[in-house]
């Protein structure tokens, strides 16, 4: 089963505007991490924020984690059509295994 | 450096058939991971090996399969095709600690269509 649930599943933007996708989870997490995909290609790590972490920043891209609400979101400013891509949260607990979500897709329209 | 390289590619197979796929991690890397993307199903984690050990296992049957050479690299197995094993086989890998300390690298994946 999956543990993190990526929502909304798809969304579409404007260049230029804001992209805010969420996760929840169910269980308890050490860490959560957001991937990249781009169409039936391989992922690319984007950001890693631990348990104890709330907020982390790196370049145009914002993550928040609640662990009391077992949610995280993932803030994308100004973004580009080359954001366009399937975006997934990944959550790594004591089960020794990093499980992954069904993804966000995200388009960006030029 | 070179990235995690998977081999082959595409490939196609009919069910009932036996396929192999290799994977190459990073240098430096003893950990390498296999999940499952079929469409719409989002990725389902398959095997983890590190060290040459299985380390965990996802929710597959016994005919999917694998092992990790001394060189870290490995190879998965899948015995008995079935017309739902048809996925893109993603290979990734991480330094000693895994996923707990830090990021997968991905490889490009291997797309297996089962006829």
């Known amino acids: 089963s999956q543990q993190g649930e990526e929502d909304p599943q798809a969304l579409s933007i404007q260049e230029g505007e804001n992209a805010t996708m969420n996760c929840s989870y169910k269980?308890?997490?050490?860490?959560l991490q957001w991937y990249r995909q781009n169409s039936g290609r391989g992922l690319v790590h984007l950001i890693l924020?631990?348990?104890?972490?709330r907020e982390k920043h790196s370049g145009r891209l914002r993550v928040t984690l609640d662990t009391s609400k077992k949610s995280s979101s993932l803030l994308i400013t100004a973004s580009r059509a080359a954001d366009t891509a399937s975006y997934f949260c990944?959550?790594?607990?004591?089960?020794?295994?990093?499980?992954f979500g069904k993804g966000t897709l995200l388009t960006v329209n030029p | 450096e070179a990235g995690v390289t998977q081999s082959p590619t595409h490939l196609i197979k009919t069910r009932g058939q036996q396929v192999t796929l290799r994977c190459s991690p990073i240098?430096?890397?003893?950990?390498v991971y296999w999940y499952q993307q079929a469409l719409g199903l989002g990725l389902q984690f398959l095997l983890w090996?590190?060290?040459?050990?299985?380390?965990n296992r996802g929710n597959f049957p016994p005919r999917f399969s694998g092992r990790q050479f001394p060189n870290y690299s490995s190879e998965l197995n899948v015995n008995a095709l079935e017309l739902e094993d048809s996925a893109l086989y993603l290979c990734?890998?991480?330094?000693?600690?895994?996923?707990?300390?830090?990021?997968?690298?991905f490889g490009e994946g291997s797309r297996l269509t089962v006829l």
């Open positions: 990944a959550t790594g607990g004591s089960n020794y295994k990093l499980t």
């Open positions: 924020i631990r348990s104890n972490e």
């Open positions: 990734a890998s991480s330094a000693r600690g895994g996923w707990n300390t830090g990021e997968l690298f």
């Open positions: 090996y590190d060290e040459g050990e299985e380390r």
């Open positions: 269980t308890s997490i050490n860490n």
């Open positions: 240098s430096g890397h003893t950990s």
